[in-house]
């Protein structure tokens, strides 16, 4: 399991790099080594839950699907964000699944942090150290071939969008599979407010 860690480890810093880049509605970087996804997004979205113990805050895209992400103080003051205030977010998310079933292990703590991560700044702009790096047993929620997206929910019931993901990888996948998934908790890099046209 650590190779596997550290090839998350590796994506997930190159596409740390990529943060220095300007950024449209879409994946701009991806890393990919092996089954490894790293990506930096930027999504216009509302938003619909708050945590301030955790810091998690829950956005519904343009397309309906829920993305919860970790936002640090640096990024935005959780206490001026209210639930249905639209955000353009941009956020660092890195995942790797294993289409199998669970290990008795693994459905013992079905959802356990690997290891934690910080964050902190380059040219004055919050970065990933990594966000929390996590190892979950998911379930496949949704697919949509045409736009190349998987949905997922973890066994606490957060959603994870995969994007990119080719239509032949998901000739063999059903609703409802189980998949095994390493991945670090969407970090938020930017929550701003969208300006009101």
Do not use: W
Not at 45 to 62: F, H, M, W, Y
């Amino acid at each position: 399991m650590s190779s596997t860690i550290n090839k998350f480890l590796g994506a997930a810093s190159l596409a740390c790099a990529a943060l220095l880049m300007p950024l449209s509605a879409a994946a701009e970087e991806e890393a990919n080594q092996g089954n490894v996804r790293a990506m930096a997004m930027s999504v216009e979205a509302i938003v619909t839950d708050i945590d301030l113990e955790t810091r998690q805050v829950s956005l519904q895209g343009p397309d309906g699907n829920i993305i919860t992400m970790t936002a640090s103080e640096k990024v935005v003051k959780l206490e001026d964000v209210s639930v249905g205030d639209a955000l353009r977010a941009t956020y660092l998310a890195a995942l790797e699944g294993e289409l199998r079933e669970p290990t008795e292990e693994e459905l013992a703590q079905p959802y356990v942090v690997v290891q934690d991560g910080g964050v902190g700044e380059a040219d004055g702009q919050p970065v990933a150290g990594a966000a929390r790096l996590i190892h979950a047993v998911c379930t496949i929620e949704g697919m949509n071939r045409l736009l190349g997206t998987v949905t997922i929910m973890d066994s606490n019931g957060k959603v994870h969008v995969i994007a990119d993901v080719e239509p032949e990888k998901m000739s063999n996948v059903t609703l409802g599979q189980t998949i095994v998934m390493t991945f670090s908790e969407a970090l938020a890099l930017t929550l701003e407010p969208v300006a009101a046209e």
